[in-house]
Structure formats: C-alpha cells, structure tokens
C-alpha cells in the first residue's frame, strides 16, 4: 500500500469511528494530552490564516461552576429564544427535520426515554449543559468583528480536535446547546465583550457501558449531497 493510501486509511477511519459521545469515564484526561489535541488542531486552516478560535479548556471546579449557571440559565430562559451569540435555525423542514427526529428518537431510545415523557426528554437535554458527565470541556469563541466566516473557521476547528482527540483514543461531543447559554459562559469565562461563543466540545475517555455507546447515527449517500458538474 502506499503512503497515500495509508494516509487516506487512517483519515478515513478516524471519521468513521468518531461519534458524538454522551457518556464519559470522570477521569480526567493528562494534561499533556490535552495539549498533544490543541497542538495539532491548531494546524487548522483558516481564511487568510486568521486562526480566529479561542479555546477555554474548562476543568475541576470551573467545569462545576460553568456547569451550574448554564444549568440555571437554560432554566431561567426556557420556551424563551435562545440568548445565543449566532442565531439558531428558524426552523427544521424536510430532511434535515427528518434526520434531526431520528437521532433523537435513537438517543432517547438508548436511555429509556419512550415517546411522550415530557419530563424524561427534559431531563436528557440538561444533560448537555452537565456536559454529558465529562470531566472537560472546551468552550470555542471567535472574534465578532469576523462575522460568520470567523465562526466557519472555528468550525473547521471544532473538526479537528475531535479528530485529534479520536486518534488518542478520547470521546468527544460537538456542542451548539451551550451556546444557548452563552451569557452564563461568558460570567463564569470573564469573556470580553468583543468575543462570541460558538459552541462547546465535552471530552474525556469514553465510558464503553453507557446506553448511548450502543448507537451510531446514520449518514446519508454522497449522491444526496453532491453533483458532479462536467
């Protein structure tokens, strides 16, 4: 096999492999670890190298304390809009909608969660804003004079620590929910006013007997997202 072959194996297997994971070892991961991730993420690329994302690895007491105002903040504002730093979708219609129902249901379904429990699906969504039980979390903010494009690449960023992370045998979970409590993260972070939070990404060692562990969501053909144009 050759180089580009090997190369493409192992790109292709940390994709494949990589799943939003909701269940986590306490743990907490070596902090040469967690450096060996950002180090690499940081080769992300970026529109004209801006490099905008900043990153808060939040740990021990601070993943307490964040974990308590979000909890309070999502309480205090719930059936309200959402105080985030970007503005969540109107709306889900047709497929997205589709798909979006179908990996609820597979994850409610994973922790008992039958059709109709009001209270057990609300439970579950707090969950996000405990971070899934993972002892860290990064918290990802771009520079709001970059707009959406600072928030794209950010997400290019978000990609490759997941990635990263997956190569070192960590779990992870892409999270927009915390940036519907970016007011109670940017408390708790001491943000200045001229940064916006993108998202969250709960991580640590993957707890391999969790009920979510047990389900990987689908992924649609190449043919329902792409067209060749000769």
């Known amino acids: 096999m050759s180089a580009a072959a090997d ?3 192992v790109v292709d297997r940390l994709l494949t492999a990589r799943r939003s994971c909701r269940g986590y070892l306490p743990e907490p991961v070596p902090r040469e670890t967690i450096e060996s991730v ?40 719930f059936g309200q809009p959402a105080p985030s730093d970007f503005p969540f979708p109107d709306s889900y219609t047709g497929v997205y909608n589709e798909r979006r ?23 579950q969504m707090l969950r996000n804003f405990e971070f899934f039980g993972a002892p860290h979390v990064a918290i990802i903010t771009t520079d709001a004079d970059l707009g959406v494009y600072g928030a794209i690449d ?23 929910a915390i940036a519907q409590v970016a007011p109670a993260v940017r408390e708790v972070l001491d943000l200045s006013d001229d940064r916006r939070v993108v998202c969250g990404i709960s991580f640590g060692r993957p707890d391999p007997d969790h009920p979510t562990a047990r389900f990987t969501s689908r992924r649609a053909p190449i043919e329902d997202a792409v067209r060749f144009v000769d």
């Open 101 to 123: 129902k179908e990996v609820g249901w597979q994850l409610y379904e994973a922790v008992g969660v039958e059709r109709g429990d009001r209270e057990g699906s609300a439970m």
């Open 7 to 9: 190369d493409f194996a």
């Open 154 to 176: 950010c997400g290019l960023y978000v990609n490759s620590f997941m990635l990263a992370a997956e190569a070192l045998g960590l779990g992870t979970c892409a999270q927009a």
């Open 38 to 77: 950002l180090t690499t993420a940081q080769h992300t690329a970026s529109w004209c190298n801006t490099q905008p994302w900043g990153v808060h690895i939040v740990s021990g007491e601070a993943r307490e304390a964040l974990s308590k105002a979000a909890v309070e903040n999502v309480m205090a504002t």
